[in-house]
């Protein structure tokens, strides 16, 4: 009754005078105008600037440089996103495993070129050298060499470290997710490189963050079409990372990059030139297939024989319309022995959202005398990420919890009433929460309801607890119902949809 | 018929000559021999050396010492452990956040006494002075001051470090899982304590790792009883950390302690030594009511009033069976200002597996002028994974993977039918593997199905497939049907129990 009594108050009041008591009851989500910084969009800026808040006690409060914090709402997202790409990964029989957050610094010495500066050093505090992890590869192939497997097929989400410049390269961060699945193991051609295939093409289509194309390569007919077309040996790689920049430049500027800066023949260029263009399935294949000139490369023909068997696997799984064979596709990382590939979002300017490739010699450098053959894929979760930040923004945002029911007092006290009642929607495994308030205004509790989004609350007052019963309410309708006490579990739970 | 006819082979051979063929198709773990060091229980030792295997080339192969990797075993344990908690986080209506695992310098400087020494530091590479999280608390204090926050309840689970000598601490590692809920937020006394308790009693209980107790005190009583016993005021710290020693040591050598090494009065000792013995529930707050001389203690009777609420709202919650208000507990930490509470496991010497308490002045180190109380606790994850890895082994091993059902050949090839059909299961979230293999063995794709727990095996010959039926068998019972290609994937998920 005292219930009926306030709701009728409340609406009387709202009537009159507009929403009553702003203020919910519990605020247990950043303020918009308190987030960090880095949650809006210009993001960059903020990473790049070393000013922070000072608190007035003579020291800054802030991140540190190309770092950030993840608010509730972005770690909803975040969970949903790993829900959806770890069920992938265990939907194709994937294990995992974690390592440490730092390596031994020869352990990553030499493994990524130039890049190797970007790498953070821990402080020399007597004892080993450490670094913390560039990639989550070379820690997987230290893994695999020195456990001495022979096989492993896992998955790994962590985060990596690279003292890149935020400012530079934009939505980049210097602590961010990787996702990584690698099969590693001596199998027959191709079989586990079209799983890793099939995996990028089911994740991000259970994302459901738009059409996309996977770009496929082999780094083979890279090299043959690089010989065929007159590049000198010892230029393979560096035009190799010309032609990675297509994704970004025109033809002509990268056409210029390589006669220009790089020094490579005209005549050589355009013979480049014709074949970047080309892209397809089981066509291109063919096509390159009856191009003598270069069938007769043997490293070309090994490329080209190996697509076709990919791109038969990829038939097999039903995937041909999300895969492009793509002579364009380059992929910048040197030890890519084989197929790479490469996921992008169809008409959106957000860079790859997936890569990886083959690459068969990391293990070896670990365990000398031996090496195991590996294949992988790495997804671009933090796009992901953003992608979906800035959808929930412009949905109204995410709930931050799982809050099923709100138990709520009618009037002043009834602690330990409400405490009971509370106690027993978590023992039956009702996701419920209380006010932490003797005397908790009733309108607010309402009100928290509403804001955070919980479906029902379970509201007891003086009359109700002599009658033996509660009042359960809709927080959507605003329809209520007495319950008795006995029934109060078994009501919530069908109203919930959960098995009796 | 060729399944029939191999499995009939198969049989004859097992009885003939035993076990045929004990290479599995496909080896996703870990052998035995090969597992890390540090994952037997001389984990300590393991950890301890520096020593490592040289691969041969000129360097170590380990990880840095005190750190481990976790193998696919250790990771399913862990995330059934982290599923039940954060269940239980989620119950309760928690956020979670996630911090960077480095801080500024000055954020953690001051926060941790003489154990300040234990941090680690990243290299000066230009930029910021940066250090490694020591705990999660600390960050915490600095996200809510950071953004002004009045109010957060929040979870967060992740790896700190700490450089302690890991052969003096045993079990001990550097970097290592933590486990907090803290409650941050103005509330009216008692009630979010109240729900910690609650909380850490929940999680106990789901994990079923044993009988516990979690032990309750407060602060203030622990000062008020100092001052009545005679304890000048300047000593108060250091007696209280040799009170800390009780549940390690015999009163008689914490009281040669307090008295030879910390110049404590023999007759104050002997004071504390007849409140340290009490332990009980209601009933030992009604005893110290009657206490007039403590009573006449400020201190000592705001704590003993706040422990009477407490009490009435552990009654209320209905967990007055699991703790026990023991005035020998004392905690380690400065910061705590009110209730403390440690769980341990009846009859197990393994330390405390969760403990936490009042801090209600640590954010405002962060935000000058204004601070906000808190209250959190701590679940000791790792001592839980000893438990259940040692649990685990007992019973010969958890599952590493999750998958269903293996797409299994009868005969040579069958490639690109094996792989349409483990497309179609996984397009119906059936979680499915297939051998990398061309001619995959059929008794090894057998094996891999017993071997590593995958309850059903879709096979398939080239007789099914002129048919039109796959063959579905039952690896634990050897039961085995023929069903129409149409009716596999309705048929599978009927048997693995999925919904229609």
């Known amino acids: 009754e005292e219930v009926d009594k306030l709701l009728a108050l409340k609406k009387e009041l709202e009537t009159t005078y507009g929403v009553v008591d702003k203020k919910p009851a519990k605020e247990t989500k950043p303020k918009k105008e308190d987030k960090p910084k880095e949650k809006k969009p210009k993001d960059d800026k903020a990473a790049e600037t070393e000013d922070g808040e000072n608190n007035g006690g003579g020291f800054v409060l802030k991140t540190p440089k190309g770092s950030r914090d993840y608010d509730p709402e972005q770690m909803a997202i975040r969970e949903q996103v790993f829900k959806k790409i770890v069920g992938v990964f265990k939907r194709h029989g994937a294990e995992t495993i974690e390592t440490p957050v730092f390596e031994l610094k020869e352990t990553l010495t030499g493994k990524y070129g130039e890049d190797s500066k970007l790498i953070y050093d821990l402080a020399d505090q007597g004892g080993e050298q450490l670094s913390l992890r560039y990639d989550l590869t070379v820690p997987f192939a230290r893994y695999v060499a020195m456990n001495k497997l022979k096989q492993l097929k896992r998955y790994h989400i962590a985060r990596v470290y690279r003292r890149d410049n935020p400012a530079m390269t934009r939505g980049r961060y210097r602590e961010f997710y990787q996702c990584d699945f690698d099969i590693a193991g001596e199998y027959d051609p191709m079989i586990p490189d079209a799983e890793c295939v099939k995996i990028v093409s089911e994740i991000l289509t259970d994302l459901e963050i738009g059409k ?22 010892e230029k393979f790689r560096t035009i190799c990372s010309a032609v990675d920049k297509l994704d970004k430049m025109a033809w002509e500027d ?84 084989g197929v790479i590939y490469e996921a992008v979002l169809v008409g959106a300017e957000v ?22 053959p590996c294949v992988g894929v790495s997804i671009g979760v933090e796009r992901v990420f953003s992608i979906l930040e800035a959808r929930a923004r412009a949905n109204g945002g995410v709930r931050t919890t799982e809050t099923e029911v709100m138990v709520i007092s009618a009037q002043k006290g009834l602690m330990a009433e409400r405490l009971a009642l509370v106690s027993k929607l978590w023992a039956a495994n009702i996701k ?69």
């Open 254 to 337: 990268v056409r210029k990059e390589m006669v220009e800066e790089k020094g490579l023949d005209p005549a050589a260029a355009d013979r480049i030139g014709t074949y970047v263009k080309l892209a397809g399935g089981m066509d291109l294949v063919e096509k390159l297939e009856q191009d003598a000139n270069l069938m007769a490369n043997k490293s070309a023909q090994d490329g080209v024989k190996a697509m076709r068997t990919l791109f038969d696997y990829l038939a097999a799984f039903n995937i041909l319309d999300t895969v492009s064979f793509d002579l364009s596709l380059a992929r910048g990382l040197d030890y890519y022995t």
């Open 432 to 500: 419920s929460e209380v006010a932490y308030k003797l005397n908790a205004k009733f309108l607010s509790q309402i009100q928290h309801c509403e804001k955070s989004g919980i479906p029902y609350a379970a509201v007891l007052g003086e009359s109700e607890i002599k009658k033996g019963v509660v009042v359960i309410r809709n927080t959507a309708t605003k329809e209520q119902f007495e319950v008795p006490n006995d029934e109060v579990v078994p009501r919530l739970r069908a109203l919930l949809g959960r098995s009796a």
């Open 212 to 233: 996309f194309v996977v770009k496929i390569n082999h780094r083979k007919i890279l090299d043959g079409m690089f010989a065929v077309c007159g590049v000198p040996e």
């Open 351 to 372: 860079g790859s959202i997936a890569g990886g490739g083959r690459y068969d010699d990391l293990v070896g450098i670990f365990s000398k005398g031996t090496t195991i």
